[in-house]
């Protein structure tokens, strides 16, 4: 479930909402702050797979719930979870997020790119890229501007499809050396490629064909003067306008975007997609306006960000299965109390690389997480303690489940504030969906302009799904 759009709302009613997400943040802070671990499964987006809620058994967190609540969940299977509480469809009901229709032959290669632009590329990124890269193209020709600067980015996928696919003149800025290097060579691929198909895709523009990759690392605290610098200069004395864009840029890296925009006149236009709140430095990159520094609760704590970046759908889709895996949650937060009856000072210690836990008993995981973290794996265990904490498995499930509702409020404030401080310094700011947030849960792209463009924003959104 990605973050609420604030699309069409106006700035008083962007305001209230702020004060809504921060009183209901508030009002449910404990099940937010239960101790929550991420081990990401798989490249480029945040995976629920392998989150635990350590503390559930020590901290006795099922009690903390409203007996309402209570009697509500209790008992819940995890397709029923999904359904009453995650808002996922139940049997036999329409399924409410569709297949993207350039998937729908092949789901590994999109049919709106062509297969030079698709190598290398897994599919969320041919979505992501083919989206984003088609919205910059409409904001640069909305606002007259003269160069695309892709920050943050990687190994250069998006930059490579706005230059050679779309015909903007791109900067690439990457700090990473190597990933530079992966990037230079894909470009003489793809150009290779292009040329030997001849390919009608590709789009000359004299000698500038591909995008210019920069090793430059931003500093979100100061201007980056690389990133400001023209290709070429203006024809016609005209002056340069500059395009900033990031494709889930990490952490500060996309607050860094938002600074360049409102300080640099040369800057006229931002599409950012953000990503890894839990990176954003303290203080500093939230909250960055005055409206949501002002409200009682705006705080964010770490653990609550890294909670915004959970793949909501993907966890979903494991409870409608209802598969064996689920059981790790119920075993970690058991393992946690033997390991704090043992040894008290030793709290939330990393348990890896315990294979097929689903085929465990509870003790013998209990066993291996124990010599994981340089403890006595043969310590005498309270078999019907243990017993009894696993006949509480679809409750521990219940309340991560719940913690996972309730994360996407946090992104929707970490964005609202970022679209009331573009506001407050008097620039046009919406918040659009992009992507299909069953393929790219992070699928806000925040778009500004110095240039009001009313009714225009609307020709920005992409029209197929």
Same mark, same amino acid.
């Given at each position: 479930?990605?973050?609420?759009? =604030? ?10 909402? =702020? ?96 297969? #030079? ?5 897994? #599919? ?84 500038? !064909?591909?995008?210019? !990759? ?34 889930? =840029? ?20 931002? =599409? ?82 315990? #294979?097929?836990? !689903? ?107």
């Amino acid at each position: 479930m990605p973050g609420v759009s =604030a699309r069409s709302l106006s700035l008083e009613e962007r305001r209230q909402l =702020a004060v809504n997400l921060t009183r209901v943040l508030a009002l449910y802070r404990s099940i937010l702050d239960a101790y929550i671990i991420v081990r990401p499964q798989g490249r480029g987006r945040a995976a629920s797979g392998r989150v635990v809620v350590w503390e559930f058994f020590t901290d006795n967190l099922w009690g903390t719930l409203p007996c309402s609540w209570q009697k509500a969940l209790d008992g819940l299977e995890p397709p029923e979870l999904a359904t009453q509480l995650l808002g996922m469809p139940g049997e036999g009901e329409v399924v409410s997020f569709q297949t993207p229709s350039e998937f729908l032959e092949n789901p590994s290669q999109s049919s709106r790119l062509t297969a #030079p632009f698709r190598k290398h590329v897994r #599919p969320k990124k041919q979505h992501e890229i083919r989206r984003l890269g088609e919205l910059v193209k409409k904001l640069s020709n909305l606002t007259g501007c003269t160069q695309v600067v892709d920050v943050g980015s990687g190994q250069g996928h998006l930059s490579r499809f706005m230059s050679l696919g779309l015909g903007l003149m791109v900067k690439s800025i990457e700090g990473d050396q190597r990933l530079v290097e992966r990037a230079q060579r894909l470009d003489q691929e793809l150009l290779q490629a292009l040329e030997k198909k001849r390919n009608p895709q590709v789009v000359k523009r004299g000698p500038h !064909h591909c995008p210019q !990759h920069v090793v430059q690392w931003v500093d979100p605290t100061a201007l980056c003067e690389e990133l400001l610098l023209p290709l070429e200069k203006p024809q016609q004395g005209g002056d340069t306008r500059l395009l900033l864009t990031g494709l889930h =840029a990490c952490g500060d890296l996309s607050v860094a975007l938002l600074r360049h925009f409102c300080c640099c006149p040369e800057v006229a236009a931002l =599409a950012s997609v953000g990503c890894c709140y839990m990176k954003l430095s303290e203080p500093g990159s939230y909250p960055l306006s005055q409206w949501v520094a002002g409200l009682p609760g705006c705080e964010l704590p770490y653990r609550l960000r890294e909670g915004a970046c959970h793949a909501l759908e993907d966890y979903a889709e494991r409870l409608q299965k209802a598969g064996p895996g689920l059981r790790t949650h119920c075993y970690r937060a058991a393992l946690e109390t033997v390991i704090r009856h043992a040894r008290p000072e030793l709290r939330r210690p990393g348990v890896q690389g315990i #294979p097929r836990v !689903h085929e465990l008993k509870i003790e013998e995981y209990v066993q291996q997480g124990l010599q994981r973290v340089g403890l006595d794996p043969q310590l005498p265990l309270n078999l019907a303690d243990l017993r009894a904490h696993q006949a509480q498995e679809n409750r521990v499930v219940a309340f991560f489940s719940l913690a996972l509702l309730l994360a996407p409020l946090v992104e929707t404030l970490i964005l609202l504030d970022r679209l009331l401080y573009l506001q407050e310094q008097g620039f046009h700011a919406e918040l659009l969906p992009i992507f299909n947030p069953e393929l790219s849960p992070r699928n806000l792209v925040l778009v500004a302009t110095k240039m009001p463009l009313g009714q225009a924003f609307s020709a920005l959104e992409s029209e197929d799904s």
